[in-house]
Nanobody, 128 residues
Framework: QVQVVESGGGLVQAGGSLRLSCAAS????????MAWFRQTPGKDREFVAA????????YYRESVRGRFTISRDGAKNTMYLQMNSLKPEDTAVYYC?????????????????????WGKGSQVTVSS
């Protein structure tokens, strides 16, 4: 059974930076498509960023492109989301998601229903 756990959230002022981590246990992330989603109260969960199984393809929602960077470290079985120039509208609970044996690349990685494993979320709050 794969478990994914997010960490690194917190409170930051607008313009600041945070780095989220997603650690896996139970089996290696090798071959997995990985992504970050976020959700605010009363709204649907939305896609933020994804990285392909071999790290060669990344995809971002338009509002975070150029500010956020997704990456993964196979040796540590961990995925990251570096968030710079944070804005109050980035405030949300951020979720890590993993999809095994998944060779998607590009925009198709944003499809939420394809992800089998989910973390419990990490709160990110950006103050103005």
């Amino acid at each position: 059974q794969v478990q994914v756990v997010e960490s690194g959230g917190g409170l930051v002022q607008a313009g600041g930076s945070l780095r989220l981590s997603c650690a896996a246990s139970g089996r290696t992330f090798s071959g997995y498509c990985m992504a970050w989603f976020r959700q605010t109260p009363g709204k649907d969960r939305e896609f933020v960023a994804a990285i392909s199984w071999n790290s060669e393809s990344t995809y971002y929602r338009e509002s975070v492109r150029g500010r956020f960077t997704i990456s993964r470290d196979g040796a540590k079985n961990t995925m990251y989301l570096q968030m710079n120039s944070l804005k109050p509208e980035d405030t949300a609970v951020y979720y890590c998601a993993a999809s095994p044996d998944d060779r998607r690349t590009g925009q198709p990685m944003a499809v939420m229903k394809a992800y089998r494993y989910w973390g419990k979320g990490s709160q990110v709050t950006v103050s103005s």
